[in-house]
């Protein structure tokens, strides 16, 4: 079975300031997607990033960046200049190759202070 | 191009209630997941529905059953409803042969059980 964990169940950033969110997975397979997303209070859950397994390159996206360590399946999330729009729960997720059967940590609720 | 629409938006039952849960995907997906949120809890897989039929389940009691349609919306009914089943419903979707892995959200289904 696959699992999420992200150990750090609130996290607080400084607005303009850089911070890190951490998640780590357990999995025996080789071929895999991971994910953040973001869900503000609105609910409704946003990709904010996707890594592919078989790719060395850490994911990038704008502000957002990952740090992807296959070996120590670990897969952390780095947000730049911290804006208050950022402020939300985010999730860690995995997602088995070719399945469409997505598994998700408990959350990260990141709070953003001007 | 609509996204993944989802309704109700907020229901409230009583214990032993029966609920219908409803979901359109979006334009050009074929595949459902439906997902449940507990309050500060990260989404647990329900199942996945995939060319009408049930494709994969996640650890849920039979009560939980749903329905993909012809036009690709899903259903997700839950019978004889417990305090436990409160939560937010989250229907998902994709296609099958996407390649991106990643999964569009609905804003979710809000269900107490009182």
């Known amino acids: 079975a696959q699992t999420v964990t992200q150990s750090q169940p609130e996290m607080s950033v400084q607005e303009a300031e850089t911070v890190t969110l951490s998640c780590t997975y357990d999995?025996?397979?080789?071929?895999?997607?991971l994910f953040w997303y973001k869900q503000p209070p609105s609910r409704q859950m946003i990709l904010v990033i996707r890594?592919?397994?078989?790719?060395?390159q850490n994911a990038t996206e704008n502000r957002f960046s990952v740090n992807f360590q296959k070996a120590a399946k670990s897969f952390s999330l780095k947000i730049s200049d911290s804006q208050l729009g950022d402020a939300a729960m985010y999730f860690c997720?995995?997602?088995?190759?070719?399945?469409?059967?997505?598994?998700f940590g408990a959350g990260t609720r990141l709070t953003v202070k001007p | 191009d609509a996204g993944v629409t989802q309704s109700p938006t907020h229901l409230i039952k009583t214990r032993g209630q029966q609920v219908t849960l409803r979901c359109s995907p979006k334009?050009?997906?074929?595949?459902v997941s439906w997902y449940q949120q507990a309050l500060g809890q990260g989404p647990q897989f329900i199942f996945q529905?995939?060319?009408?039929?049930?494709?994969q389940r996640g650890n849920f009691p039979d009560r939980f059953s749903g329905h993909q349609f012809p036009n690709y919306s899903s259903e997700l009914n839950v019978n004889a409803l417990l305090l436990g089943d409160s939560a937010l419903y989250l229907c998902?979707?994709?296609?099958?042969?996407?390649?991106?892995?990643?999964?569009?959200f609905g804003e979710g289904s809000r269900l107490t059980v009182l």
């Open positions: 998902a979707s994709s296609l099958e042969q996407g390649v991106t892995g990643e999964l569009f």
């Open positions: 529905y995939y060319e009408e039929e049930e494709r």
């Open positions: 890594q592919e397994a078989y790719k060395q």
């Open positions: 999995t025996s397979e080789s071929d895999y997607y």
């Open positions: 997720a995995y997602e088995k190759y070719n399945n469409n059967d997505m598994r």
């Open positions: 334009s050009g997906h074929d595949t």
